[in-house]
C-alpha cells in the first residue's frame, strides 16, 4: 500500500488527511470488487487500519462513516485474521470521542463485542475488551447495555483465561468501572458467579 510503503513522513500525512483515500478505502470494504470480494475485505482492512494509526485523522474515518462500515462487516463475513484488524480499528476509534459516539449509537456494536470475547482468538479478545472500556468509560447507558449483553460473565471468563496479558487488565479494569456504577451489586451473591473463584475488584 502506498501509505505504509512511503518513507516520506509528510507525503503519509498528506494521504491519511485525504477524505477522498478514507472515502476510497470505505467503498472498498462497502461494495467489495464482485470477482475477489475476499481479497478486496482483505486490502480494505488494513488500509483502513493503518490510516487510523494516526490519531489526527481518526475523525475523518468517523466522519466517512467508518464505524457504521465495520461493525456492519464484523457481523457478516470477515475471516479470523480481517476480524482482528477490524476489531483493533474500531479500539483506535473509540480512543476519540466522535469515533465512541458514533460506535455507541450503533445498535449492534456492543452485542458483537461482547460476543467476541473468547471466541475468535487472543487479539481480538483484547480488541474487543479495549472498545468496550472506552465505550462504558465514555457513558453509562452504554455500561447498562454492555451488562445485559452479559459482558460481566465474559470478563471473569477472562481473567480466568489464558489471554494476553493486557486483555486481562483491560477486564480488570471493566470489572471495576461495572462495580462502581452498580455499587449495591454483588457479583459473589449473583447466581452466574456463584462458584467463580474470581474475587470482585
Given at each position: 500500500?502506498?501509505l505504509?510503503?512511503s518513507?516520506?513522513?509528510?507525503?503519509?500525512?498528506?494521504?491519511?488527511?485525504?477524505?477522498?483515500?478514507?472515502?476510497?478505502?470505505?467503498?472498498?470494504?462497502?461494495?467489495?470488487?464482485?470477482?475477489?470480494?475476499?481479497?478486496?475485505?482483505?486490502i480494505?482492512?488494513?488500509?483502513?487500519?493503518?490510516?487510523?494509526?494516526?490519531?489526527n485523522?481518526?475523525?475523518?474515518?468517523?466522519?466517512?462513516?467508518?464505524?457504521?462500515?465495520?461493525?456492519?462487516?464484523?457481523?457478516?463475513?470477515?475471516?479470523?485474521?480481517?476480524?482482528?484488524?477490524?476489531?483493533?480499528?474500531?479500539?483506535?476509534?473509540?480512543?476519540?470521542?466522535?469515533?465512541?459516539?458514533?460506535?455507541?449509537?450503533?445498535?449492534?456494536?456492543?452485542?458483537?463485542?461482547?460476543?467476541?470475547?473468547?471466541?475468535?482468538?487472543?487479539?481480538?479478545?483484547?480488541?474487543?475488551?479495549?472498545?468496550?472500556?472506552?465505550?462504558?468509560?465514555?457513558?453509562?447507558?452504554?455500561?447498562?447495555?454492555?451488562?445485559?449483553?452479559?459482558?460481566?460473565?465474559?470478563?471473569?471468563?477472562?481473567?480466568?483465561?489464558e489471554?494476553?496479558?493486557?486483555?486481562?487488565?483491560?477486564?480488570?479494569?471493566?470489572?471495576?468501572?461495572?462495580?462502581?456504577?452498580?455499587?449495591?451489586?454483588?457479583?459473589?451473591?449473583?447466581?452466574?458467579?456463584?462458584?467463580?473463584?474470581v474475587?470482585?475488584?
Amino acid at each position: 500500500m502506498v501509505l505504509t510503503g512511503s518513507k516520506s513522513a509528510d507525503l503519509k500525512g498528506m494521504i491519511s488527511n485525504s477524505e477522498s483515500i478514507f472515502e476510497g478505502v470505505l467503498d472498498l470494504l462497502r461494495n467489495p470488487i464482485s470477482s475477489y470480494p475476499r481479497r478486496a475485505l482483505k486490502i480494505g482492512i488494513k488500509a483502513l487500519f493503518a490510516l487510523c494509526l494516526a490519531k489526527n485523522t481518526r475523525h475523518i474515518a468517523v466522519a466517512a462513516g467508518a464505524p457504521e462500515i465495520l461493525i456492519d462487516r464484523l457481523a457478516a463475513d470477515f475471516d479470523r485474521c480481517d476480524t482482528e484488524q477490524a476489531l483493533a480499528t474500531v479500539e483506535l476509534l473509540c480512543r476519540s470521542p466522535e469515533g465512541c459516539a458514533a460506535f455507541g449509537e450503533h445498535a449492534l456494536t456492543i452485542p458483537l463485542l461482547v460476543k467476541t470475547i473468547l471466541r475468535v482468538s487472543d487479539r481480538a479478545t483484547e480488541y474487543a475488551a479495549g472498545a468496550l472500556l472506552a465505550l462504558c468509560t465514555a457513558e453509562e447507558r452504554w455500561r447498562d447495555e454492555a451488562a445485559a449483553a452479559g459482558v460481566v460473565v465474559q470478563l471473569l471468563l477472562m481473567v480466568q483465561s489464558e489471554c494476553t496479558e493486557r486483555a486481562k487488565k483491560k477486564a480488570q479494569k471493566l470489572l471495576k468501572l461495572l462495580r462502581d456504577s452498580w455499587p449495591d451489586y454483588s457479583f459473589a451473591n449473583s447466581d452466574d458467579f456463584g462458584c467463580s473463584e474470581v474475587v470482585p475488584f
